[in-house]
């Protein structure tokens, strides 16, 4: 399987071969540098750290900066591991390049990324609560949640809300992945991606696109 760290750039429009608008996402992908190669015999199992977007030495720590140097590169930003199966035949060694020619014959591919956050939600917001009648009879409590926890509805485990009651909370800022995304365009020379439909996180965030683990049933944009 296939994995690049990259940065979102942001959205545009393209044409497809029926001559239909399609909103597509342009991903940086690469080039991700080998960091470190593990295996079954020296750490117990086999998976490939790799290494995107230079950071000023200032930035990082000694270590950080001697674990780069052993794969004569400079530290970087954004380092991630690629777990492999047991069985898989080792095919980078310690400081080579991965670009965007990995995905020349994927079709989709999955995105993980860091969703934008939206900080503290009520329930309409988080869970989207249609919230209390806009005229007679209510007041001040439009946007309220409404009963969160009763003896009656659970009788006999106290009357406390219940595990996983949607109430207002933190919102956004967590990992999400978004899968089969329609591998559109692959610019070998700018180190691009372009991908059908959004892809979490803000333009210049960080995400991981690695090919699709169930492909078959498109994103739909």
Do not use: W
Request: hydrophobic share 35%.
């Amino acid at each position: 399987m296939a994995m690049l760290l990259g940065k979102k750039v942001g959205m545009t429009q393209v044409y497809d071969e029926l001559g239909k608008l399609v909103p597509v996402t342009v991903i940086q992908a690469g080039p991700c540098v080998v960091m470190q190669v593990k295996t079954a015999e020296t750490d117990g199992y086999n998976a490939v750290q790799v290494g995107f977007d230079e950071v000023k030495p200032l930035r990082r720590k000694n270590p950080q900066i001697g674990h780069a140097q052993k794969a004569d590169t400079t530290a970087k930003k954004f380092v991630k591991e690629m777990r492999l199966p047991d069985d898989a035949e080792q095919q980078h060694k310690v400081g080579d390049s991965i670009t965007v020619s990995v995905f020349a014959e994927n079709e989709f591919v999955d995105v993980i990324g860091t969703s934008k956050g939206k900080g503290f939600a009520g329930v309409m917001k988080r869970h989207g609560f249609s919230g209390f009648p806009a005229s007679h009879g209510t007041e001040r409590k439009h946007r309220a949640p409404g009963s969160i926890s009763s003896f009656a509805s659970d009788a006999g485990h106290g009357g406390g809300p219940k595990r996983g009651k949607k109430m207002a909370g933190h919102m956004g800022n967590r990992r999400v992945t978004t899968k089969n995304h329609k591998l559109v365009a692959i610019d070998e020379e700018k180190n691009l991606l372009v991908v059908k439909g959004p892809v979490p996180g803000p333009a210049g965030g960080y995400c991981i696109v690695r090919s699709a683990k169930k492909a078959g049933v498109e994103q739909k944009a």
